[in-house]
Nanobody, 115 residues
Framework: QVQLVESGGGLVQAGGSLRLSCAASGSIFSINYMGWYRQAPGKQRELVASIANDGRPNYADSVKGQFTISRDNAKNTVYLQMNSLKPEDTAVYYC?????????WGQGTQVTVSS
């Protein structure tokens, strides 16, 4: 059984940084796409950043230059480095990955940015 487990969320002041991690475990034969989504209260879940198997990143316009996505294929882990955080970045952040040609989601990790 495949699982995605996120970590690294928390409470931070505006201008601060956080690094999220998402580790995949279980019977894994291939991981293609890995990405991070977020959902703020009362809003739809939105893509924040994604990274292909070859390391090519893709970012939402709202986080370009602020967030950096990376992955360690040896550890089946994807990271999201978030800098210069703003109150509007407050949301539950979810990891998503295409593993064994199926889509999996993590349980989510709360990120709260205080002003």
């Amino acid at each position: 059984q495949v699982q995605l487990v996120e970590s690294g969320g928390g409470l931070v002041q505006a201008g601060g940084s956080l690094r999220l991690s998402c580790a995949a475990s279980g019977s894994i034969f291939s991981i293609n796409y890995m990405g991070w989504y977020r959902q703020a209260p009362g809003k739809q879940r939105e893509l924040v950043a994604s990274i292909a198997n070859d390391g090519r990143p893709n970012y939402a316009d709202s986080v370009k230059g602020q967030f950096t996505i990376s992955r360690d294929n040896a550890k089946n882990t994807v990271y999201l480095q978030m800098n210069s955080l703003k109150p509007e970045d407050t949301a539950v952040y979810y990891c998503n990955a295409d593993i064994n040609f199926l889509s999996y989601w993590g349980q989510g990790t709360q990120v709260t940015v205080s002003s």
